[in-house]
Nanobody, 118 residues
């Protein structure tokens, strides 16, 4: 089963950029759709973006034009580039590996706090 380790995140000001990384090990990257979710305090977990598994690339409307997802297959790493950050983007961000066979989320990253100050 794939294991995911996240890095990046932190405290930034509105308008700044951040890049989150999610490194996968123990499984073939090609067997998964890689997803990014976020969860703000008191809110439901929200799908932000996904990439791979024949599903192409998706970016949620709420962040489209500011966030992008990319994959480095050689490094088994998926990235979430976040530009023009807003205080509303403050949340814990999670990556998740979704099986292309069962469609289950087989593995989750540990979560990364992103805090955007106004």
């Amino acid at each position: 089963q794939v294991q995911l380790v996240q890095s990046g995140g932190g405290l930034v000001r509105a308008g700044d950029s951040l890049r989150l990384s999610c490194a996968a090990s123990g499984g073939s990257f090609s067997n998964y759709v890689m997803n990014w979710f976020r969860q703000a305090p008191g809110m439901q977990r929200e799908l932000i973006a996904y990439n791979g598994g024949g599903g192409g690339t998706y970016v949620a409307e709420s962040v489209r034009g500011r966030f992008s997802i990319s994959t480095d297959s050689a490094k088994n790493t998926v990235y979430l580039q976040m530009n023009s950050l807003e205080p509303e983007d403050t949340a814990v961000y999670y990556c998740a590996a979704q099986s292309t066979v069962t469609y289950a989320y087989d593995s989750w990253g540990q979560g990364t706090q992103v805090t955007v100050s106004s």
